[in-house]
């Protein structure tokens, strides 16, 4: 298979050559993708060394599949004409996730509604995707009513910039206005602002998470209420979250239920003091979930503690399982 990875030099994009080579999908050409400033460097995959070329060159190698981290703004100029090509694609950005003419897919949720006529397919928010995970089979057997999420999100969401300002921070080093992704430092901090503020007071990704989660479990009566954070961590976002039922539920089949569903590992042992922290989750395909307890405040209400690597369930193991899923089901 002829794959094209397009921003293939950026954060999510060495991680997806990563995954795919861990993975052993099944790629017998890559065509390596990014802006025009880019083009000309060299990408590692399979310990073979390829080219950066440009979207047109992409375009013009005819690669079965594309799997898009460019950014939005490239997304929505490239993806429609790759996609007149033929070459079927899945994008990172936010450019198609609420297009109600496109599918929003997390593999353990909902990859069922793919069909071969899809040719542009929405990765979600790194947020949405290990809570709708964690969700899923909750919702399945007790019926969600509401959920209320707070995120304690890992710099790498922002990119490399912001890696950097991090380090050059925790190093006592200047950072000049220009090097800053944030307006604020983020080491010794927390910014609970993550994307730009919208009329109605909440931030960009905090809307991300109410929308998408609907649209991904196909339920728009699930009620979800969301305040996003930065912290000073590189691991992976961790996720603070509040769910109520409309039934019933017992701790212990639900914590049974979570250990069974795909893609979940539960670890919960309060005794050994041991639950998911990025620490863990980094480098790894996995939500974590634990913390699960009772809300004592009111009833068939769960709270539960969600993590996982941004880069890679976040968003490059979720795209590649998307694939995955396309070729098990000869899609492509």
Same mark, same amino acid.
């Given at each position: 298979?002829k ?7 950026g954060?999510?994009?060495t991680?997806?050559?990563?995954v795919?080579a861990e ?8 065509v ?5 400033r880019?083009?000309? $460097?060299?990408v590692?995959?399979?310990n073979?060394r390829?080219?950066?070329v440009?979207?047109e ?5 005819? +690669?079965?599949l594309a799997?898009?981290?460019a950014?939005?703004t490239a997304?929505?100029?490239?993806? +429609?004409?790759?996609a007149?090509?033929?070459i ?10 609420m ?8 593999p353990?949720?909902?990859a069922?509604v793919?069909t071969k ?10 947020s949405?995707?290990?809570m709708?995970?964690a ?5 399945? $057997?007790y ?19 912001a ?5 050059k921070?925790r ?7 220009d ?5 604020? +430092?983020i ?7 993550i994307?730009v ?9 905090e ?6 989660t609907c649209?991904i479990m196909q339920d ?19 996720e603070s979250?509040? #769910?109520?039922?409309?039934?019933e539920y017992d ?5 049974a239920?979570?250990?069974?569903? +795909?893609?979940?590992? #539960?670890?919960?042992d ?6 998911p ?5 980094h *480098?790894?395909?996995?939500v974590?979930?634990?913390r699960l307890?009772?809300? *004592?405040?009111?009833? $068939?209400?769960?709270n539960?503690w969600?993590?996982?690597d ?11 399982q998307i694939?995955?899923?396309?070729l098990l089901k000869g899609?492509i």
């Amino acid at each position: 298979m002829k794959l094209a990875v397009v921003g293939a030099t950026g954060l999510v994009g060495t991680k997806l050559l990563e995954v795919l080579a861990e993975r052993n999908f099944p790629v017998t050409e890559l065509v390596p993708v990014a802006s025009p400033r880019s083009v000309g $460097k060299e990408v590692t995959f399979n310990n073979k060394r390829y080219k950066v070329v440009s979207m047109e060159v992409g375009i013009a190698a005819q +690669p079965t599949l594309a799997i898009f981290s460019a950014g939005g703004t490239a997304s929505l100029e490239w993806a +429609p004409k790759f996609a007149a090509a033929a070459i079927r694609v899945i994008d990172n950005s936010s450019a198609w996730r609420m297009d109600p003419t496109k599918k929003l897919v997390v593999p353990e949720v909902n990859a069922s509604v793919l069909t071969k006529d899809d040719f542009i397919i929405a990765n979600p928010n790194c947020s949405t995707i290990q809570m709708v995970v964690a969700l899923q089979p909750l919702h399945e $057997k007790y019926t969600i009513k509401r959920v209320v999420v707070s995120t304690y999100q890992s710099v790498t969401g922002t990119g490399q910039q912001a890696v950097d300002q991090l380090y050059k921070e925790r190093k006592g080093e200047i950072v000049s206005s220009d090097q800053m992704a944030y307006k604020y +430092p983020i080491d010794l901090n927390v910014i609970p602002q993550i994307d730009v503020f919208l009329e109605n007071g909440y931030t960009k990704e905090e809307m991300k998470m109410v929308n998408e989660t609907c649209k991904i479990m196909q339920d728009d009566s699930i009620k979800v209420t969301a305040t996003t954070v930065r912290i000073p961590v590189v691991g992976g976002h961790s996720e603070s979250v509040n #769910v109520e039922f409309h039934n019933e539920y017992d701790l212990k089949e639900l914590t049974a239920l979570l250990a069974e569903a +795909p893609g979940i590992l #539960v670890q919960q042992d309060d005794a050994a003091q041991f639950y998911p922290m990025p620490l863990w989750a980094h *480098e790894k395909d996995d939500v974590f979930v634990g913390r699960l307890r009772r809300d *004592e405040t009111q009833p $068939k209400t769960l709270n539960m503690w969600i993590v996982s690597d941004n880069l890679r369930k976040g968003a490059a193991t979720n795209a590649v399982q998307i694939a995955e899923y396309l070729l098990l089901k000869g899609i492509i």
